[in-house]
């Protein structure tokens, strides 16, 4: 299953730290690693929310689960059709990881007023960050 996630920078570097393989572990306060199952859900949380606050800057990834393992979690719808989810307890979020096929890639980035730093053109992303390799 093709699956979305939206984060910001620090998640991004700790992704990239990584080798774009897996998402790193959630924090105490946060019970449920949610990714999401289209772009532009994902796109809203990046480029609404994520740029808004702490780097003000948000990322959309993108990635693929085995199917045989994905389905063991139900589809959340959140709000509208578009808003749909998997919680995955954060407890889980090691098993899930090894169920992800391939890289995680970066498919979009948002960047709020308040950002600071400089952006790669060629790359969309801030310098000295690490892009996934070709």
């Known amino acids: 299953m093709i699956l979305y ?11 990239a730290q990584a080798d774009y393989q897996a998402f790193p572990p959630r924090l105490p306060e946060q019970p449920i690693f949610y990714p999401v199952l289209n772009f532009e859900y994902a796109a809203q949380i990046a480029s609404r929310w994520n740029t808004q606050s702490n780097s003000f800057a948000g990322f959309v990834t993108k990635f693929v689960v085995a199917d045989d393992y994905v ?12 808003h749909q989810e998997l919680w995955v307890p954060a407890e889980e979020l090691a098993e899930f990881n090894r169920h992800i096929i391939g890289k995680i890639s970066i498919e979009a980035a948002y ?7 400089e952006v790669d053109p060629a790359t969309n992303l801030p310098i000295g960050m690490r892009s996934l390799p070709s």
């Open 111 to 117: 960047y709020g007023e308040k950002f600071q730093g």
């Open 5 to 15: 996630r939206p984060v910001g920078l620090k998640e991004l570097e700790l992704i």
């Open 71 to 82: 389905k063991k979690f139900d589809v959340q719808t959140v709000g509208s059709s578009i």
